[in-house]
């Protein structure tokens, strides 16, 4: 057969040199060089890649290096593999395509560390437990389990949820007035169809609820944010505030006692709304946590909950405890005859909490997560004396406090160490005049033996000045 | 201690006599005509009901029915019972009340009969078998699965999906184009964010679907339907056309097979989207099901099903088959960050479906729902031999045809039945002018034993001249 592939050099070009002697994996540099080939049209549709022995040979690379990267964007279907065709351009890629087939695969793009936060454990998922939990709560079910339910949820799970959120968190609420939703943004999203417009958030904060209320029509306006959580004293005419009292995210502090009071002070005299995002507050390490806001006046807090933290994001429960005048608007808006969250699921969670299982996962959690945050200061205290960690002992990250002006920097040589890691500049709001630097680390998925090194690779992206 | 409760007699009055002599429940009377007295302030808060003893010997009822009638309201917040204190109204209650405390539970509000459409069984949902995919599935998720998800849902689910739809529907589909979401009701929403504004529908269809549309800003006109479903023939320049080409939902008729082809012609020529509802593609009883419209063309129609007539509507889960070009507008409307539907619900159902559990429970129900409908037909063809029953043999319904002008008067003699039954008006689009009579029979949620009555029940209520 006749040498019919395209030349290798010729289409992938210096930026492979360039890449492949990069920090990074060989595989994941020449998947994502091949990629981009594909996706801009260097590579066309239909074009014969080389075999693995002569893309190897000349890129001085292992040939199994070469094999696995096409297998990859064979999977990705950027590439397709025929017996006696060799391995050829996909037909419908290239700069016309009007989709990818397929996005790049997170392990693709994964680094070798990873201390970005926002996620817990996935294999701390108390799988057993829940499983006992799903076969007790199906052979208990009503049959009208399985048929329209109430668009609220399942009144088993409102009245565990009202029972474990008054025991542990001193909220006031009661199964009436708790609206089951598919996690925190699902509830903010419904929040925002019937508050009005006009809403105050952290300084800093996830973009992605900031992003919700945009895309729902609401304006945001930044609260400048300090150790003692929001500055609420600023707040005017908003319809709304969206507060993390029990632990300011990211930044971590708890909103202090006088500006709790504050701010249901100031939903009272301007008819707004303080809707309490309560993401972490289960996880305090260094004492009992402080109680919800929402316990100051039902009627004037909104509480947002859910097992995205606790047990895993993926289960899509969360729920809201509503100002009863809220109730109504709430459930027209989440579609009267939708409920979103599976009743299995939902009597499952009820289970869950009622058996104590929730209680015994949690306490576990909190153990594994405080020995997390003990190790990322100790580690630090050693390796890093000038670096202090900011806020509560609490939660599935930390706040580094960095040196001002370095945060970008520090991001970069994170980078080059193969970790991932976010600095404080991604949650800022916009329009806030705020500048600290930080580097956000979550320290809930490592394995115990990958944290080690991402720990290691953390202290030596650290600004020289900070470490020991 | 004193009589210090309220007079039972003053303060049910009329009202009480009256309803109790009618044919409902006695307890269901009692718990109504308390809650409306509570409801309009007529019982004030704080008020204290008279002893169960004490209202039964008023009433001439068992002292049960009082005692049940209490705790209905007591569960429902109406009511407060305190050892010593009594029973009394809850604080809160009254006109001035900003908020019902709970919505009716439908068992106090439902009907002896029951032959509304839209529900699977719920007492046939397939809980050891569903336990046992769970079993599997959560033994065997790997740790991703409980972090967070690809958008797209599981690739589990979607790979069997895939398969199940290619097998049992034709549908030319690949994990790659199926998009998981939380019901056919959530994947018309987005879809509706994305295509454009002018939407044709069918001119007899689910009312929900309808204001679905409308609420996101889109503009439906009809379609007229006959025997052999809509006339697509009447399309435009629409944006896209909701069919449901299996079984036209509520009449019955499958598309023709010239109507489909021109279904997939007008969205060439136009640039339209055909979204195709195949809500009960499973259950046709004289063949096999016809093939899915979207094998016509992958490219110009959207298929949406679900499990929530199969399995239940309580699983929240549904799937989109999309042409290419709409999977990453689809994901950007879904939220690229949210699954809406539990990976461990995601991951049960593709071990139900790949494990052959859907196809026995899928070949059970088609069993059980086909003798219902033939129980129909063999009831009217004895005792109301007037009355044809339109469409296919298929689904979970059937449409009765009704004398013209006969249909309100029919549905108000099924209530006095105490059968509740719709009548095509509900389902007609408001533009349309097409009239037919007929009821809307759904034959699937009946006991066996309350099969029987209900369809006696409704024989009585069919018009004169229709029945033997």
Redesign the interface.
Known sequence: MAKSWVNSAEVLGADLHLELSGAGSRRAALTRVLREAVRSGRLAPGARLPPYRSLAADLGIARNTVADAYAELVAE?WLTARQGSGTRVAA?TGPTA??????VP?SARRPVHDLTQ???D??A?P?AA??AS??RA??A?P????????P?GRVELREALAEYLARTRGARS???RIVIC??A??GLRLLAGVVGRRWAVEAYGLP?HRG?LTSAGAVTTPLAVDAHGAEVAALRRENAVLLTPAHQFPTGGPLGPRRRAAAVEWARAAGGLVVEDDYDGEFRYDRQPVGALQSLDPEMVALLGSVSKSL??????GWMVLP??L??PVLAAK?E?????????QLTLADFLTSGSYDRHVRRMRQRYRRRRDRLTEVLAERAPGVGVSGIAAGLHAVLELPPGTERSVVKAASWQGLAVEGLAGYRHPESTERRDGLVVGYA?PTDHGYAAALDALCRALPPGATA
Chains 1, 2 share one sequence.
């Not at 009007?98 to 996005?103: D, E, G, K, N």
């Not at 049959?143 to 109430?150: E, R, V, W, Y």
């Open positions: 279907g419908g009007p989709v990818p087939r397929r996005t997170e926002g996620r817990p996935p294999s998922f799988r829940w499983l799903a076969r199906l052979s079910a049959h009208d389990a399985f048929g329209p339910g109430d609220r009661g199964p009436d598919s996690g943004a699902h992605f919700l895993s994001p993926t289960l899509r429960l009863e005048r109730v109504e579609g005859r939708e409920q979103w969250s599976s009743a299995t699921e998925t």
